[in-house]
């Protein structure tokens, strides 16, 4: 099997079946599978907070937020990771957006707007003034010191071993330092579009790419020193 | 055949954040370039992975019936129980002012019962003005625009006139990474108010502006000079004409500085 010059050999069959549930997810198929790779809009992205959500009837503040409560809980409990903690930060921002929703543009992006409160309030919370040094110490590194691009990357066979240990994935983004694990959350996890991050996070748009670029690379190394070890203490057993 | 894509590149393609020429060239490369290609698939198998892995936490039981009972407690308190009207507040202080009457026969025993008494009615009104103006604060947050956009302090200041029945300074120089972003109009404790947006570094800040001889005529006896609330810093400062309350979620230290800029401001010209 041969897809843009890649021998897949043996774990073909993996990689065709998961490139056609991609397909099948982004709704394009054909020659250009490649291109299904790209996120497109789904019934996710089309949830409560998304542009239009208000077409029909002015909606109240629960109805915008009710749907957005697991994501919310999720959120804060990755940054926060305190079930208590996250229950309060939740409820925080609940109370600073109903406080806030006079000021809200009707029709406008509301789930931005309420990440953007939680973002906020996490940042002044006790576990988010501790992650603010680690911001400015973000901010610092210097992109160059990412990988070579080409050399960082295993086969498709390794890279699908390794991401099929969902606990080594967890654990890997739980290393992410506080800037990180956000762009990856809001945009892997949440669907979000860079815009809407950008608007969540108050940084430009070149920034989010950049973090999540940076983000997505951390990951990588988290999960490739991880199975290296794994490998190597295996080997000593 | 054209270089390698960046790392910002390949994610952008996988998140579909490429439009026009950039997709297209993208997509060329990635249809010519054999390590990119890998590159794009890993990216994407990577992105569909942490998407699952992270809806790692489900609410806790109970927790969406408690958000909306927090939700519905909120919303059925009325505006004047968390924020005490004006008039409502003069009520309270000339009940206050009764009580210290009575008290101040009970002076001959001891003064302590009023002291502690008017401290307590002060504090409770410091408490509502502190979350009156981080409400209104949160409320500039959340608002699209300001009412009036500049940078240039020449801009904003003449918006006020006519609108508020007194005048104030701004700074001609602001500290170091702070910039003006515009005002609002607004009411903080019944009084007519200059809400002015500063961004110290990437925070949003509010410094609020009342006349002195408004708020003390309202038998307001602010004394706020720091506090905090819901995660945010309220820094009260005074001159002879001006009243000021700075919020933000900014290093104290820097808000400080805005503040006390704030206040000599009102001193010069």
């Known amino acids: 099997m041969k897809i843009w010059g890649i021998k897949f050999g043996g774990f073909g069959f993996v990689c065709v079946e998961h490139v056609s549930r991609i397909a099948m997810r982004g709704g394009i198929v054909g020659t250009m599978a490649l291109l299904s790779w790209r996120r497109t809009p789904d019934a996710g992205r089309e949830r409560a907070g998304s542009r239009g959500e208000a077409a029909s009837r002015p909606a109240g503040f629960e109805d915008l937020v009710l749907p957005l409560l697991p994501s919310l809980y999720n959120t804060a409990r990755w940054l926060t990771r305190d079930p208590a903690e996250a229950e309060d930060l939740v409820q925080e921002t609940i109370v600073k957006a109903l406080a806030g929703f006079g000021g809200f543009e009707p029709g406008s992006n509301f789930k931005a707007w309420i990440f953007r409160i939680l973002r906020n309030t996490y940042l002044t919370s006790r576990t988010g003034l501790a992650a603010r040094s680690t911001v400015a110490l973000e901010d610092e590194i210097a992109a160059s010191g990412m990988p070579e691009a080409a050399k960082e990357f295993a086969t498709p066979e390794a890279e699908l071993l390794r991401l099929s240990d969902r606990a080594a994935l967890e654990h890997a983004m739980e290393q992410l330092s506080p800037p990180l694990l956000e762009v990856i959350l809001l945009c892997d996890v949440e669907e979000m579009k860079y815009r809407e991050i950008a608007t969540v996070l108050e940084v430009p748009i070149g920034t989010v790419m950049s973090r999540i670029a940076r983000a997505r690379a951390a990951l990588r190394e988290h999960l490739t020193t991880r199975g290296l070890r794994v490998h190597e203490g295996g080997a000593s057993r | ?269």
């Open chain 2, 1 to 269: 055949m054209s270089e390698h894509l960046s790392a910002e590149t390949v994610s952008a393609f996988v998140d579909g954040e490429l439009a026009g020429d950039d997709l297209a060239r993208a997509a060329q490369h990635v249809a010519e370039c054999a390590a990119c290609a890998r590159r794009a698939l890993s990216e994407s198998l990577l992105e569909r992975s942490t998407a699952n892995a992270g809806h790692r936490y489900a609410m806790p039981e109970g927790f969406e019936a408690r958000m909306q009972k927090a939700i519905a407690a909120q919303q059925n308190v009325p505006a004047e129980a968390s924020h005490p009207s004006p008039a409502g507040r003069r009520a309270g202080w000339s009940h206050a002012s009764l009580w210290g009457g009575a008290l101040a026969a009970v002076l001959l025993v001891s003064t302590g019962g009023y002291v502690a008494h008017d401290l307590a009615m002060r504090n409770a009104h410091s408490s509502a003005l502190v979350a009156e103006t981080v409400d209104e604060h949160i409320a500039a947050l959340a608002a699209a625009t300001p009412q009036v956009i500049s940078t240039d302090r020449h801009t904003v200041k003449p918006w006020f006139q006519g609108k508020l029945p007194f005048s104030f300074n701004l700074p001609a120089a602001l500290p170091q990474d702070v910039t003006l972003d515009g005002a609002n109009l607004v009411q903080l404790d019944g009084q007519p108010t200059a809400q002015l947006l500063f961004s110290i570094g990437k925070h949003h800040t509010s410094v609020f502006l009342r006349e002195r001889d408004a708020v003390k005529s309202a038998g307001e006896a602010s004394t706020i000079q720091y506090a905090e609330r819901n995660g945010f810093h309220v820094e009260g400062f005074r001159s002879s004409a001006i009243d000021g309350l700075a919020v933000s979620d900014a290093d104290p230290a820097r808000l400080h500085d805005l503040a006390l800029a704030l206040e000599q401001a009102q001193g010069a010209e």
